[in-house]
């Protein structure tokens, strides 16, 4: 008989679990019920603050699903939750009701009916800034923007492989990969940019050339990362299609196109083949020799982040280069043949299906 009690008992147990609430232990059917009430209470002042609901109801009004999510857009936030409460990033210990928010405006900028208070009837709050959730999709295309993991954002420029080597990698700008050549073998290179919240693991840095600064001329701006999963990458690009090989010398007078993550798709003319210049990035000044002049047809052929996208010939789509930088009036690219001899790169012949 005693057995009998202690397996219901036990049986109890499981069927309860307890949760450490500021009140002691709960039930978690006790604490997802406080919760939704806290939840509540807060929300509604907040959309009673901002004129969504009226003032006089929003003590007493049961909020249903459809009704949060409404009330979530028109009140510009992000979510609502009940949970652990963070202070200067780290966790306190207390609960809170969470306020998810893309960014945090300080106090004093924000208008009266925007503030958010730090208790309603009792019930403590914290805001907390996430940015904008997205879904994580992969794979990713070619174009698309990526960079450091503490870097600025660029372009990924196209597949490529090693010979012997199973891994496949991906080509970009040193300046994009490789902090102009003050990173570390190893660092993660993430998508979609640095410092965006939603910022995933992509690859990691393998190899590069790090840019000379001064009068010393750089040949081209170029690193690549290995792949940390080959499926998280597709070989197209956007509105252009997967590029062609073998790599193709780039030409006087040529058609091109490229597709970048901040410009798109772009269409251009190669002005000059044997091109020297300068480009001056963070107070730095960065001599290039024997790189390609762009133009653009009818707009710029790029614009800022759309460093280290490939740029393909315009008709064949054979691989001519990549994007290092420029202005308005036209782009500097870097010439594959010298990129693909220093890190002993081989084009994709063939992208196995995964």
């Known amino acids: 008989m005693s057995s009998k009690r202690w397996q219901s008992t036990e049986v109890a147990s499981r069927a309860q679990p307890q949760i450490l609430s500021q009140g002691g232990h709960v039930s978690r059917t006790q604490f997802r019920?406080?919760?939704?009430?806290?939840k509540q209470a807060v929300?509604?002042?907040?959309?009673?603050?901002r004129g969504l609901v009226a003032k006089s109801l929003a003590s007493n009004r049961a909020m249903t699903?459809?009704?949060?999510?409404r009330l979530l857009q028109?009140?510009?936030l992000v979510g609502i939750g009940y949970g652990a409460k963070e202070t200067a990033g780290k966790i306190t210990g207390d609960l809170a009701v969470r306020v998810y928010v893309r960014r945090k405006i300080p106090l004093a900028d924000l208008a009266l009916d925007q503030k958010i208070p730090r208790f309603v009837a009792g019930i403590a709050t914290d805001v907390i800034p996430i940015g904008q959730p997205r879904f994580h999709s992969r794979?990713?295309?070619l174009g698309i923007g990526i960079s450091h993991v503490r870097g600025k954002a660029g372009s990924l420029g196209c597949l490529v492989r090693k010979p012997g080597d199973e891994a496949w990698y991906i080509l970009s700008a040193c300046h994009v990969l490789a902090l102009s050549g003050a990173g570390e073998i190893g660092d993660l290179i993430v998508e979609p940019p640095a410092p965006s919240a939603t910022s995933t693991r992509l690859a990691v840095l393998a190899d590069f050339e790090p840019l000379q600064i001064g009068d010393e001329p750089n040949r081209f701006d170029a690193a690549v990362a290995r792949l940390d999963h080959l499926a998280d990458v597709t070989n197209m690009i956007p509105a252009i299609g997967e590029p062609q090989w073998p790599l193709m010398e780039p030409l006087l007078y040529q058609s091109v196109r490229k597709h970048g993550a901040t410009s798109l798709h772009t269409v251009g003319v190669v002005l000059d083949t044997q091109a020297e210049g300068l480009i001056v990035s963070g107070g730095q000044s960065y001599a290039f020799a024997d790189v390609v002049?762009?133009?653009g047809a009818e707009k710029a052929f790029s614009l800022g982040g759309d460093s280290g996208a490939l740029v393909v010939d315009a008709m064949s789509r054979r691989a001519v280069g990549l994007v290092v930088g420029g202005t308005a009036r036209g782009t500097f690219i870097s010439p594959l043949k010298a990129v693909f001899r220093r890190?002993?790169?081989?084009?994709?012949t063939s992208t196995p299906v995964v």
């Open 343 to 348: 890190f002993g790169l081989e084009a994709p």
């Open 43 to 49: 929300f509604l002042r907040i959309a009673a603050d």
């Open 33 to 38: 019920h406080d919760a939704r009430l806290k």
């Open 65 to 69: 699903s459809r009704t949060t999510f």
């Open 293 to 295: 002049f762009v133009g």
């Open 74 to 76: 028109n009140a510009n």
């Open 139 to 141: 794979p990713a295309h």
